[in-house]
């Protein structure tokens, strides 16, 4: 239910700032939204707790967004999501929103886990294999969870490729209990 949620409150935000053309400037106002939230688990925390009232979630938005000088439609969509108790989707809002920016631009978004972070240089080599792959121009998003220990997952749509060491010491571990 969240997931959907999260599309509908970034597909009527898309549509607004598109029909504005406001559309990039959203698209890093909600990057930096993100950012933050990555950046202070507390944050995300407070947003997503029902135990701060929904005006108290939508003062801490609007001295963000402010602060941030963030697009009116950006302040209003905290605003509005927070006050529908949806502040802690906030962040699935962006990750939704930056796919549908991607895919009107004919990009195609690959969301990359890895154990560490990827160099520029390793991020590059990654999105031209992708690209010979998919045959479109790919947008890698990458995220760092040190429990995969190795190797990295590549979401692309639908498709996902797992080739962490997580995921093959995992099946290691279930294929040994069956002997």
Not at 20 to 47: H, I, K, N, Q, T
Not at 65 to 82: C, D, I, M, R, S
Not at 137 to 164: A, H, Q, Y
């Amino acid at each position: 239910m969240t997931a959907h949620a999260a599309g509908r409150y970034a597909t009527a935000l898309f549509e607004l700032a598109k029909s504005s053309g406001a559309a990039d400037a959203v698209e890093a106002d909600l990057s930096a939204f993100r950012a933050m939230l990555d950046s202070s688990p507390e944050l995300a925390g407070a947003l997503a707790s029902p135990l701060h009232a929904a005006e108290d979630k939508v003062s801490v938005l609007k001295a963000l967004a402010e602060k941030a000088k963030f697009n009116e439609l950006t302040l209003n969509t905290f605003g509005v999501a927070a006050r529908n108790g949806r502040a802690g989707d906030l962040g699935k809002v962006a990750s939704v929103y930056a796919a549908l920016a991607a895919a009107d631009r004919g990009v195609v978004t690959a969301d990359v886990q890895t154990a560490a972070p990827l160099t520029k240089k390793q991020t590059e080599a990654l999105a031209a294999s992708l690209k010979g792959a998919f045959g479109r121009e790919i947008e890698v998003r990458t995220d760092v969870r040190p429990e995969l220990m190795g190797g990295l997952i590549v979401k692309v749509g639908s498709r996902m490729f797992d080739s962490s060491l997580r995921t093959k010491l995992d099946g290691m571990k279930t294929a040994m209990k069956e002997a």
